[in-house]
């Protein structure tokens, strides 16, 4: 697993019980993805001349979606722009079904991601191609369906019942990422709230307002309950933080694993404004060998703010009425 590098001299914030202090509010939004593009192969870092050409691209296209819509554009919208979806409106460029948010209510991060002042081609740093290893065969038999996101899943089948739709979209769960683990960036709300006691760590994420709590020194839980996030116990390792996780919930998918999934994940502050976080990950029943990786996340000025997750959503009520009107209508049909 990957190793921090301390700034020279920093010495971080303790307790009173001598330990590092890790609260905080917390970033790890970036242009950095979790898998490394194909193309870049083994390569993990960027060079100087790379990232600028990166990031000045991103500020580039930020500037022009911000900009206000032209007002030939607004009077003749059907002629000139053919409606919005046909206009580069994503913060990522993408167009079309693609860009469910326009760029004004996205927050992904426009930075890559920096590990020691580094610029990272991929969080995931083994294998060394930067990506999630093939799958076991046979690995996914037996195992519960799990409707991950509503962009995933677009078949009839899965607007039957409300719970057959994402437990982002009934606001069970954060999409996915955010709360892990891993925990990763996603399209918005890619912050964290770390408060720490003598023995508990809490992980507030911004995205659902889901909770880890984890405490520190204790054992796993062995009444059989597996937990949405996984049952959590966290140990020091020096001035790290070791958080092992197993036991997750059989319906929540953590990057296609499996209920043996193991994952490792290592906090340690290495600036006053930088915190290093490593994460391994194993599953014999699910991949081929295990992988991992590492970031930073950044600290944040300010607070954690209320993420309202149906208000006013009608996406739901508009999915699972569509359904029904097919089941009447293939009712009515000689």
């Not at 693609?98 to 995931?124: E, F, H, K």
């Not at 606001?171 to 399209?187: A, E, H, K, Y």
């Not at 912050?191 to 889901?210: G, L, N, P, R, S």
């Amino acid at each position: 697993m990957a190793m921090p590098v301390v700034q020279p001299g920093y010495e971080p914030p303790r307790l009173a019980s001598g330990k590092p202090d890790l609260g905080g509010v917390w970033t790890n939004a970036s242009s950095t993805n979790l898998e490394r593009a194909r193309e870049l192969g083994d390569q993990l870092i960027y060079s100087d001349a790379e990232m600028e050409k990166i990031e000045g691209e991103t500020f580039t296209r930020n500037a022009r979606i911000n900009a206000p819509t032209a007002r030939e554009v607004q009077e003749n919208w059907t002629t000139i722009a053919r409606g919005p979806d046909t206009l580069d409106e994503c913060r990522g460029g993408s167009r079309g079904v693609n860009c469910g948010y326009n760029a004004g209510w996205t927050d992904p991060g426009d930075w890559v991601m920096r590990v020691n002042r580094q610029g990272r081609t991929s969080l995931i740093t083994y294998p060394g191609n930067g990506r999630i290893p093939a799958r076991v065969a046979g690995a996914d038999a037996g195992r519960a369906r799990i409707v991950q996101t509503s962009e995933a899943d677009t078949t009839r089948g899965e607007a039957d019942n409300p719970e057959d739709r994402s437990l982002g979209e009934r606001c069970i769960m954060s999409f996915g990422v955010s709360s892990g683990p891993v925990m990763t960036d996603q399209l918005y709300n890619n912050t964290y709230q770390f408060v720490q006691t003598a023995d508990h760590f809490a992980i507030w994420v911004e995205m659902v307002h889901d909770v880890r709590i984890i405490p520190i020194g204790g054992k796993h839980r062995s009444d059989g309950i597996r937990p949405w996030m996984g049952d959590s116990i966290a140990s020091w390792d020096g001035d790290t933080l070791v958080v092992e996780t197993v036991g997750f919930h059989p319906r929540q998918n953590v990057r296609g694993g499996g209920p043996n999934m193991k994952v490792t994940e290592r906090f340690t502050r290495v600036a006053e404004d930088r915190l290093h976080y490593a994460f391994h990950v194993e599953d014999q029943a699910t991949w081929v060998e295990p992988w991992g990786g590492e970031y930073e996340f950044a600290s944040v000025d300010g607070a954690v703010y209320e993420y309202a997750c149906h208000e006013g959503n009608h996406g739901l009520i508009g999915i699972l009425g569509g359904a029904r009107a097919e089941d009447a209508a293939a009712k009515s049909s000689p």
